[in-house]
């Protein structure tokens, strides 16, 4: 997944009027500006309203779904293996919101302050704040590059990681 592929998946995304926010490694990389690594997908947060019209609009783009782990996240990919790790979320009145979680006891939360904006090759782009990155980032054992994407966070914003 290249930085214009990310590109223009977001500006299929916004031509169907939906609103997305960008995760993971892509998302870590807009917060910092600039791409740090290699990216196999590309995670978006959507509002679970929407997702017909997520759907839809990336299926027009050739994409199909090839994982559906429902409600917590379903995965759509491309021919060109393009693949997108969708997650819906339920907005509160006062912009917080969730995601279910495999434990449905204990569901995703994200903050209101946690949608914020980030760039790629310039562009501003929707995305999830440093803070929340670091939350999603914790409970399992860390691949390579989940240890390179928190030192992005800490070098950049001063922040503590859990590895």
Do not use: K, N
């Amino acid at each position: 997944m290249t930085a214009d592929d990310v590109l223009s998946i977001l500006s299929v995304l916004r031509h169907a009027d939906v609103d997305i926010w960008i995760g993971g490694g892509w998302g870590i990389d807009a917060l910092v500006g600039h791409q740090t690594r290699q990216h196999r997908d590309l995670d978006l947060m959507h509002r679970q309203s929407q997702e017909p019209a997520v759907a839809a609009a990336l299926a027009l783009a050739g994409f199909a779904e090839t994982l559906d782990w429902r409600p917590v996240r379903f995965v759509v990919t491309d021919p060109h293996g393009r693949e997108i790790d969708l997650h819906p979320l339920i907005f509160a009145a006062d912009g917080s919101a969730v995601q279910a979680s495999p434990a449905p006891e204990r569901p995703f939360v994200y903050p209101a302050q946690c949608f914020v904006t980030g760039t790629i090759l310039g562009t501003t782009v929707p995305c999830l704040s440093p803070e929340q990155q670091v939350y999603f980032h914790q409970g399992y054992e860390p691949a390579d590059h989940d240890r390179h994407d928190m030192a992005q966070l800490r070098e950049a914003f001063g922040l503590a990681t859990h590895f």
